[in-house]
Each structure stands twice: as C-alpha cells, then as structure tokens.
C-alpha cells in the first residue's frame, strides 16, 4: 500500500518556495481569491466538511472550533500555535521554513471564515531560521495586499505579526501560549472559560496549529468535500508525520491518514538498523503511552490509535530499538517533564519530580519492585487533576511503560541491587524494604 | 535504608532548591517604575522595544521581544538592561525579571557569547545525544566565550544528534567532530556547513522527485 496523496509536501523542495514570487507561480493565494469570493459562512462550511481535525495533538475538529466563536462585531484573534515543542515533532519547521506563505495564506482564510481581525504567529525562540523566514513572508504579502486592510479590494481587513517566544515547553499548550503572548510566564489558565469565549486580551481567539492553518487553502481549492475522501473516516486528509529515534530514514512524511503503522516506520523511514526490532514506539510525541511491535499493523489514525489507547498526538513517531532500556527512556521522558513543568499545579510538579526521583533510584539500585507500584499511583494522582495536560503527558507514557515493561523494570531493579552488592529484595528484611521505599 | 545526606545535591548555600542566595536587601523599598528622567536608555533599545510595543494591544505583550532586544544588546538579561527596558514599557523591573526567569533562552547570569545549545532530548539521546554533550562539556569547558547547554527538544530529530549553535542547527554531529566544530565556533564561523537544516532536502521521496 502506498502513502498516499502528496498535498502539503507537494512542492516542498522547490527552490525558492519560501519567496512570493515562487509561492505565486505554483498557485499560491489563488485558493484566497476562492475564499474571498464566497462568503465566510460558506468558507467554514467547506472546513467543516472536510472534517479536518486540529494536527496540534488534541485532534479537535477544526471547523467546530470557528464556530464557537461568537458572531457579531468585535475584535476577535486567530493565534497560530507555531510553538512546535513537544519532543519528536518537526513538521511545522520545515513546512515554515520551506513554505511560510502557505501558512500565511491558510490564516487569512481561517481568519476570514471567523470574522478575525487581528492575528498573531507564535512561534518557538529557537526556531530562529524559521522565524525569520515568516517575517520576510509577511512583509511580502503585506506588500502584496495580501494581508493588511481591504484585503484584495474585499472589505475583510486583517493585521499579522510573528511573535517569538524564548524557549518554553509549556506555551505550546494553549491558554499557557496566550498568557505568554500578554507578556506573561507561560502558566496555562483555567478552563472554561474556553479561548473561543475568552482568549488573547480576554476577547474572543482561535487557536491553531500551523500544519492545520496551511491546509486550509488546500481544502478550498479541493473542496471540503473532495478533501474529506483523502485519508480514512473520522480522520480525513493527509498528515505530516516525523519520524525519528531508531529508523534508517528519519524525517518528515506526508501521508492519507489511515495506513498502516507499519508501513511508515519501516516502508517510508526504512525501520530500525539491520539486526535490530522494534521494542516500543510513541505513535504522537513522547506525551503519547507507547505501543510496542504488536501494534504496528495498526492503522495510523486518530481513532484506531486511541482504541490502542495511545494517541495520534502531533504525528511525531519516536521508535526505540531492543538495544535500549525501557528504563533510560522512562528516565529521559520523565526528565523533559520535569525540566518544564511551570509549577502552577502541584501534582505536575511534585509528580514528575518525584517520578525522576524514583527513576534514578531504579537505574542506581536503591529501588524495590515496590516501587513501580508507587510510581503507577503517582501516575494516577497526576492524571485529571492539574489545569492543563503537561504532568497527564508525562503520566501517560511512564504509565504505559511501566505497564508494558514491568518485568524489564524488575529486573533492572534486581540488577541494579546486585550491582551494588546490597542483598537482593527476596533475602533483605521486610522493614529495610519499606524505608527504602519511602525515604 | 536512609537516604545517605551527603549524597543529597545541594547548592553552595547548603539548601536543595535554587536562588535563596540570591541576595535581597530587605531594608530598602520595592523597585517601581523606573523613572525615565533618571535612568537613562540607549536610542537604538528604546526605538527597538518602542517598535514592538505598537504592534500589540496591551503593550506588555512585547515582554519577551523586548528582553531578546536587551539579550542581543549585552549579552545577558541584566539588571542594568530590564531597567532601561521596564523604562520603555512602564513596567516595574521586577515585573521584567520574573517573565525572564522563566524561560530557558532569556539568561540572567552573565553567559558566553557563543551559543552552543546540544539537544539531549529522548530522539537525539537514542542516537547518540548524550555522548555528544559530553564531548562538547569536555572540549569547551572554562572557555568563557562558549555558552554550552543541554536543551530539550529543539524540533530537529531528524538530524540528530545535532545543536543549535548561535542560532544555526547543524546535525547530525559525531563526537569526534566536536573540537573542529568548536573551533569553527571560535573563529565566527559556520560549523560543518554542508550539515546545515538550511540545506536539508525533505526526507520524504515523493516530494524530493516532484
């Protein structure tokens, strides 16, 4: 079976692409005209049609989330969510370093079926390139009228600035993003209320990721309809997948939604080293539980992964080989999650604190097999009880691990104590066991 | 089986958790708005973080570009420059410091000028991401000049293990490249040029024969 459909990456290599007069030629901002020529009830309903669903991790309908937001004269926000953080994931640099007026183009649209006046591009202090990429394409369609007032001689006005953050995990989560964009630390907020109601400045904000913006001009020039037979039911049109970690071929792949695991781990990025196997595999970024060799006949898509239950997540798939501990990938996920906790909430950062704490004494043999049971239930407490997703993304996948790998764990454990020559958990005292437990 | 307290990190002021020797003179009253007529701002930052400011409706939202405007100019978010700064934007310094504390590319400790961000992250520490910040730690270390760290993921896995280096990615870096690499760093120039992101085609077949 074959990928697919190329739509994003369709021209992505051709030289020069990043400027207008490129981007022009290949029929970039013909699907704009489209756009403007219709109404903005008949540009969300062609979005809602195609049935995208939001490529930033939730999955969240992207047409759905336009009309939530009120109706009616007010100053309304389209924030693109360019903060691409979540460890595995590197589609949306290269679609806005090679293709920024794609993205562009995808916000006006957007911006123009939501009544939006004013936008805003966040995107991560360290993509550097990619930034400055998007600044030049944005003072090139504002030459171009493209963006600014009366767009193409129309009445819809739109305003656009790239905005640089400064390195900072957590404002890839939304209402954390918009606290950031004020001018704030990035703590997310409490919802409801949601930022379709109350967002930037306290007005009315659409939030998107980048790779669902620059797919809109593609769905208007398609059709909704026509684009909603890319792909599989319930997870219609192509994505960007990274592939990354232990395969031959790392990189970005387009493909229909709906194929086989399989064949993007092994057909497209060429599977593991010679001799090796797949061990286990993060089907949507490090915050998705892992699934392991049994699961890759499974179809990728958003439904089949969460029926596995893992997620699809950003499309980031992270494989690790069998030449690697399942405990120095729990270690290295539980760390990231330490290191950008914001602290706001105090089952995230007590929790993944904790969890690294419990890591270290595993991988240095002051560990008991007791211990995975505390660490699952400190999973658990984290689970559902913070304000945003951060510490659940850490839970989930050490969950998942220790879950899958329980009995790698408990021989780590073993191992590790007779490393340290301490007497093994079956021989030590009941009493020595618990205080090491819980000291 | 207690915990060993000797084993315990601590920082040099004997507590485990960061900042409390810090010092805070207690005696004197909170810092507020700097007083334009008092603190004096470079032309070029004030024009700079004036710039930003117009772009947005709550003018505090340019915290963050303004603070990479004061990084660029010394180097370093310091003190001196959060309050020229605050001064632009009618913002207590305090205000200014904390945003800056809290995200990992605004420095407010003196730092080199060089940037060498290794990312260490899970995707590039299974290929070899680890050994490759223990290289660079090992050839840059007390070079001033250099400002080495370990990021999390920088979004360039498929290029791993690989660094951000002034600003540039380049991957994927073998170890045993790290001292030429290094090296060109010092000299103000490009490392490994023909390793660039800039220069990295789609991995993706179909779109490199389109």
């Known amino acids: ?439 | 089986m207690a915990i060993d307290p000797t084993r315990v990190a601590r920082f040099g002021h004997g507590s485990r958790v960061p900042g409390w020797d810090e010092a805070v003179d207690l005696t004197k009253d909170p810092e507020g708005v700097p007083d334009p007529a008092t603190t004096p701002v470079p032309e070029e930052l004030r024009a700079t973080i004036e710039q930003y400011m117009a772009r947005y409706p709550d003018h505090r939202s340019a915290a963050i570009p303004a603070l990479h405007a004061v990084q660029a100019r010394y180097g370093w978010c310091s003190p001196q420059g959060i309050e020229e700064a605050a001064c632009v934007m009618r913002l207590t310094p305090a205000y200014l410091t904390a945003v800056a504390t809290f995200y990992d590319m605004l420095f407010t400790q003196p730092v080199g000028r060089h940037d060498v961000f290794v990312c260490t992250n899970i995707s590039c520490s299974l290929r070899g991401a680890d050994e490759l910040f223990a290289a660079f730690t090992e050839h840059g270390e007390g070079d001033p000049e250099l400002n080495i760290r370990a990021f999390e993921c920088l979004g360039a896995c498929d290029m791993a293990p690989m660094a951000s280096i002034d600003g540039h990615y380049v991957g994927p870096i073998r170890p045993d490249e790290v001292p030429g690499v290094l090296e060109a760093v010092r000299r103000g120039e490009e490392p490994l040029p023909d390793r660039q992101l800039e220069r990295l085609k789609s991995a993706d077949p179909r779109a490199a024969s389109s």
Not at chain 1, 132 to 150: C, F, P, Q, T
Not at chain 1, 207 to 232: D, F, S
Not at chain 1, 275 to 280: A, N, P, T, W
């Open chain 1, 1 to 439: 079976m074959s990928a697919g459909n190329l739509v994003l990456f369709k021209d992505i290599d051709e030289p020069g692409l990043d400027t207008l007069e490129v981007y022009a030629r290949r029929g970039g901002y013909e699907a704009l005209r489209k756009a403007l020529s219709m109404t903005p009830a008949e540009v969300l309903h062609e979005l809602e049609v195609s049935a995208i669903r939001g490529r930033g991790g939730a999955g969240f309908a992207m047409g759905k989330k336009i009309s939530f937001l009120p109706k009616g004269a007010m100053d309304k926000y389209l924030v693109c969510n360019a903060d691409e953080s979540e460890p595995g994931t590197f589609k949306d640099r290269e679609l806005m370093q090679k293709s920024p007026h794609m993205l562009i183009e995808g916000m006006v649209i957007a911006a123009y079926a939501g009544g939006i006046t004013r936008s805003f591009i966040y995107i991560r202090g360290e993509y550097d390139l990619q930034a400055s990429k998007l600044e030049a394409a944005v003072e090139e369609a504002k030459a171009a009228g493209y963006i600014g007032e009366r767009i193409l001689g129309s009445d819809f006005s739109l305003s656009m600035w790239v905005h640089r953050g400064a390195g900072a995990y957590i404002c890839g989560e939304e209402t954390a993003l918009l606290d950031s964009l004020e001018g704030k630390r990035g703590n997310p907020r409490l919802k409801p209320p949601f930022p379709a109601n109350q967002g930037l400045y306290q007005g009315p904000t659409l939030i998107n990721n980048v790779e669902t913006l620059a797919t809109a001009p593609h769905i208007i020039r398609m059709g909704g309809e026509e684009y909603a037979k890319l792909g599989a039911p319930g997870s219609t049109g192509t994505k960007l997948v990274s592939v990354s970690g232990h395969v031959q071929r790392p990189g970005n792949y387009e493909i229909e939604l709906g194929i086989p695991s399989r064949e993007i781990i092994y057909g497209l990025a060429g599977g593991p080293p010679e001799g090796r196997e797949v061990k286990l595999w993060f089907p949507g970024g490090s915050s998705a539980p892992v699934l392991t060799k049994d699961d890759l006949d499974l179809a990728y898509d958003f439904d089949t992964m969460a029926k596995a239950g893992s997620m699809l997540g950003s499309g980031a798939i992270i494989v690790v080989d069998d030449s690697t501990s399942v405990v120095d990938v729990a270690l290295k996920t539980a760390k990231f999650y330490r290191h950008e906790s914001c602290g706001k909430c105090t089952p995230c950062r007590e929790g993944t604190n904790w969890t690294v704490k419990m890591l270290e004494r595993i991988d240095s043999g002051e560990a008991t097999p007791m211990d995975l049971d505390i660490m699952a239930a400190v999973q658990d407490n984290i689970i559902g009880n913070c304000l945003c997703v951060l510490g659940d993304a850490m839970a989930m996948p050490i969950g998942s691990m220790i879950a899958k790998f329980r009995e790698e764990f408990e021989a780590h454990i073993e191992a590790a104590r007779a490393r340290n020559e301490l007497a093994t958990t079956d021989e030590a005292p009941p009493e020595a066991v618990i205080q090491g437990a819980v000291a």
